[in-house]
């Protein structure tokens, strides 16, 4: 478990990012064979994507709550998500032709995804009393003091933040 924080920070991360959403859900929980090789498929995907961090995944966080798996991840930029998703010699492209032959539009398990680009400055962030958690684990940690202790400025400070900041 990360160390809680003890004070008011905010994260930071250099230029423009990806926050990419994704899914499944068990719309029929009882079969197993259709939604486990799936499962399996995503553990791989993030086992992969973690010991290469040059794939450009900076942080992912998976959230469970029946019938959904949901992960909140952040990627450097949309090109790296997508070199990644369209690879024939990495984990997606193999488990996507999978998994539409094995389920497809069957109605057994849903899958989706939402891409978000944000812009550098279009965002704004504050954690306390946290370990690294969402942006935070993604990017920089800052103190939320001077030009970052309210939304409005930290909205300004991303958009003007010098190389290095």
């Known amino acids: 478990m990360s160390a809680i924080i003890d004070r008011r920070v905010c ?3 250099e230029g423009d990012f990806v ?3 994704i899914g499944m859900r068990l719309n029929r929980p009882w079969k197993v ?8 498929a995503m553990v791989r ?3 992969e994507l973690k010991r290469r961090p040059e794939l450009g995944l900076l942080s992912t966080r998976t ?11 952040y990627w450097r930029s949309f090109d790296h998500l997508e070199a990644y998703a369209r690879s024939r010699e990495l984990q997606h492209l193999p488990a996507w032709h999978a998994f ?4 497809g539009s069957n109605g057994d398990v849903g899958i989706w995804h939402e891409t978000f680009l944000i812009r550098s400055g279009g965002y704004e962030n504050v954690y306390n009393n946290m370990p690294a958690f ?14 970052r202790q309210e939304a409005r400025h930290r909205m300004q400070v991303t958009a003007r933040r010098p190389e290095g900041a």
């Open 45 to 47: 995907m993030l086992i």
């Open 11 to 13: 994260a930071e991360i």
């Open 63 to 73: 959230q469970f709550g029946f019938p959904n798996i949901f992960l909140v991840q």
């Open 33 to 40: 064979w259709k939604w486990v090789p799936a499962f399996l």
């Open 134 to 147: 969402g942006m935070g684990a993604a990017g920089d940690l800052r103190d939320a003091t001077g030009a």
């Open 100 to 103: 539409n032959k094995a389920v």
């Open 19 to 21: 926050l990419f959403l």
